[in-house]
């Protein structure tokens, strides 16, 4: 059974900054690609960012790009999501994702699997 556990949310200033982790089991994580979503109340759930199995490549939202950064370990299964420059229109429920096959991709349909979120609250 495969299993995703966010960590690492909570509040803080604008212009602060937060690490999210991301840890798999029940799978070789190596395999997965990996993404980051995040979704705020009375919103769709919307693509932050993602890294492919080898972590050579990744792609964000426009909305992150030069604020935030996706990394990965395969040896400890896990996925980080740096957020630095927070806005407090960063605030949401962020979600990492599994997708089995394939490339990435931001569309949240394409992923495989779901951790439960981590609240991230961004205050002015």
């Known amino acids: 059974q495969v299993q995703l556990v966010e960590s690492g949310g909570g509040l803080v200033q604008a212009g602060g900054s937060l690490r999210l982790s991301c840890t798999a089991s029940g799978r070789t994580f190596s395999r997965d690609a990996m993404g980051w979503f995040r979704q705020a109340p009375g919103k769709e759930r919307e693509f932050v960012a993602a890294i492919s199995r080898s972590g050579v490549t990744t792609r964000y939202a426009d909305s992150t790009k030069g604020r935030f950064n996706i990394s990965r370990e395969n040896d400890k299964s896990t996925v980080y999501l740096q957020m630095n420059s927070l806005k407090p229109e960063d605030t949401s429920v962020y979600f990492c994702?599994?997708?089995?096959?394939?490339?990435?991709?931001?569309?949240?349909?394409?992923?495989?699997?779901w951790g439960q979120g981590t609240q991230v609250t961004v205050s002015s």
């Open positions: 994702a599994a997708r089995f096959t394939g490339g990435i991709v931001i569309g949240a349909d394409e992923y495989d699997y």
